[in-house]
Structure formats: structure tokens, C-alpha cells
């Protein structure tokens, strides 16, 4: 009986003083500042503690000493780590630069890129989305090399990822590709100068006809199985199980344990929207914290399938939330 009076004599109180001005919005009140001149200390007082807050400090003159050394470049990101419009990705001995167009507007950029370096083409199919360079001498006492450049279409929708594989021996054009490149540094070096290439390049408005046919629907796509959703992320499963890692914390998610042998994650929500002021009053309480297991599985071998297991047990619906959280930032 004394809660019930206590909820409506606050009712009763806030309803009395709206009026007076304690929920008028003064969010824009910045609108009339205006500047004030600076304050004057009348003599006679001590102003030592009244400065300005944000004090602009004199200039250093710093003499570097006479020697030569090498300013590293920088790596070719732009933007955010979710805008970036490309970045190189490594997983194990692999590495390829994810580009955050299409593979019809990626193709005609790589093609200027060898042009403008003057480097001559065997190959050129833009319906595989495939290059392939002649043999080419490099600076130095390096052995002749030869580079295949493969395009495809990236996890999400609108993305494009290009692979590099280097070669450095023989002159058979017709001989089989290894499955790993003769250099890696060559490889990486080469993959580095095309991204940066790419990323200052961005904003180029370009589309081919030739490219159109690279696959450009997403690689991750949201099914359903006997009532229940799940995640089938086009990737072989090494590297679907760390696009996944990797898309756990933008997600909004926690990793409290994770077994790569067994294929599962244990994950909990980082943040937990608390009930307002208002909702408390009425008896709301905090939300539960429902810890989740992430279940991946081969399916064959180059696709995985995620789902989310719970010992409580979620609804379609939440499920159905959580992994659409995570296929955003899958990448």
C-alpha cells in the first residue's frame, strides 16, 4: 500500500512542476551563446588561478641529427576499420587485399594499375576475373618472376578481394601454378603496391561490361532448418572461423572461450541496455546476461555453418537478430 502511494505521490509531483520548466529541452541553447570578451581581474586580486583551459603551448625547435634512414610507408588503409576502402588480410600463409567496391568496378583500377607500370599481360579474362602477368625481371639480382591475379567477390555484398600468387622459376607459360607462391615477400610486395594503388584510386567512377560475370552475390547468407536459423558462410573453415572471431566484438559480443577443434565459441552480449529511470519505477528490472554458444560446422569443404545454442533456450526471433548482427561484420 505505501509503494502504491509513493509511485502516485511522484506521479502527482511531476506532473505539478512540468510546468516549470524541469523537462524543457535546452539542447540547442548553444544556438544564442555568444562571445564574451576576456575577463578582466581588477587590480588588487589574485588571478594566477584563472587560465584559459585549453593553452596552446610554445613551439620546440628540435634539431635532428645529420643521418640518413628510411621513413617506413604507410599501409594503404583509409577510413575507419569498417570504411576502410582497402586493407590486406593474413590468415596463416595467406594474404589478399579485401576492397570495399565490386568486382566490376576492382577490374578496370587493376587493369590501369599494370598498365601505368608498364607490366604486359598473357591473360586477361574479366569473366573469371583473372590476370596473368608475362615474365618480368625485377631490380637486382632477383630471378625472373611472373605474378596471377585472381578477383573475386568478398563476403559481403559490394566487396571485392584480389589474390596474389608469384612465381620466380622456368619460362613455361604453360607449366602448373603452385599452390603457394615461390616468395612470399615478393608476393606481399607486390600485393602492397596494388592496394595502395587501389585505395588512392577509390573514388574513381569505373565499371566494366568484361567484369560483370565475376560472382558478385554475397558469400554469407541467412537459411533456415527445421525452424531454426543459421549462418552459410562460403569459406573454407580456417578462414571462417576468424572472419567469425573477428566479428564477435563489432557485433556487440564478448568471446568468453573458444575451441577451434570443436568448432565453438562461447559468447555473451558486451553491453546490456539497463531499463531507464522511468521503467525502474514501475518495476522493471536488469535483463538477464544469457551466455550462447556459437556452434561452427563444415559443410563440405569450402562452406561452414554457424548457429547459436543457449542452455535457456532463445527465440526464433532473437536468433534470428544475433546472426544477422554478426553476418554484418563478417568479412
Not at 84 to 113: C, S, Y
Not at 176 to 194: T, V
Amino acid at each position: 500500500m505505501l509503494e502504491r502511494f509513493f509511485r502516485a505521490l511522484v506521479v502527482s509531483v511531476i506532473v505539478l512542476t512540468a510546468g516549470c520548466g524541469w523537462f524543457r529541452d535546452n539542447s540547442v541553447d548553444y544556438r544564442s551563446a555568444r562571445e564574451l570578451p576576456p575577463l578582466v581581474i581588477p587590480k588588487g586580486l589574485d588571478g594566477q588561478r584563472i587560465h584559459s583551459f585549453y593553452v596552446i603551448p610554445p613551439a620546440r625547435e628540435v634539431m635532428l641529427p645529420e643521418q640518413e634512414f628510411e621513413v617506413p610507408r604507410p599501409e594503404p588503409l583509409i577510413g575507419d576499420a569498417n570504411d576502410q576502402a582497402v586493407r590486406i588480410q593474413k590468415l596463416g600463409d595467406e594474404q589478399w587485399a579485401l576492397v570495399n567496391f565490386a568486382p566490376d568496378e576492382t577490374w578496370p583500377l587493376l587493369t590501369v594499375f599494370l598498365e601505368s607500370n608498364r607490366i604486359p599481360l598473357l591473360i586477361e579474362n574479366g569473366t573469371q576475373g583473372l590476370l596473368v602477368t608475362d615474365w618480368l625481371q625485377p631490380e637486382g639480382a632477383l630471378p625472373r618472376e611472373q605474378y596471377l591475379i585472381r578477383v573475386d567477390s568478398g563476403v559481403q555484398v559490394g566487396t571485392s578481394e584480389i589474390h596474389v600468387r608469384q612465381r620466380d622459376v622456368g619460362g613455361d607459360v604453360s607449366a602448373a601454378w603452385p599452390q603457394r607462391s615461390n616468395s612470399y615477400e615478393r608476393e606481399y610486395k607486390f600485393l602492397y603496391q596494388l592496394s595502395t594503388y587501389l585505395a588512392s584510386h577509390a573514388g574513381d567512377p569505373s565499371v566494366s561490361l568484361l567484369a560483370q560475370g565475376i560472382r558478385a552475390a554475397s558469400k554469407v547468407t541467412l537459411q533456415q532448418e527445421n525452424g531454426r536459423p543459421y549462418l552459410l558462410l562460403e569459406l573454407p573453415y580456417a578462414r571462417g572461423w576468424a572472419s567469425i572471431g573477428n566479428a564477435l566484438a563489432p557485433s556487440g559480443f564478448e568471446a568468453l572461450d573458444q575451441d577451434y577443434s570443436a568448432g565453438t565459441y562461447m559468447i555473451r552480449p558486451a553491453h546490456v541496455e539497463e531499463p531507464g529511470w522511468w521503467a525502474r519505477l514501475w518495476g522493471a528490472e536488469m535483463p538477464d546476461i544469457v551466455d550462447m554458444q556459437l556452434t561452427v560446422t563444415r559443410v563440405g569443404d569450402a562452406r561452414v555453418a554457424i548457429r547459436i545454442d543457449t542452455a535457456e533456450g532463445l527465440s526464433v526471433a532473437e536468433q534470428l537478430r544475433y546472426l544477422a548482427l554478426i553476418k554484418g561484420n563478417l568479412r
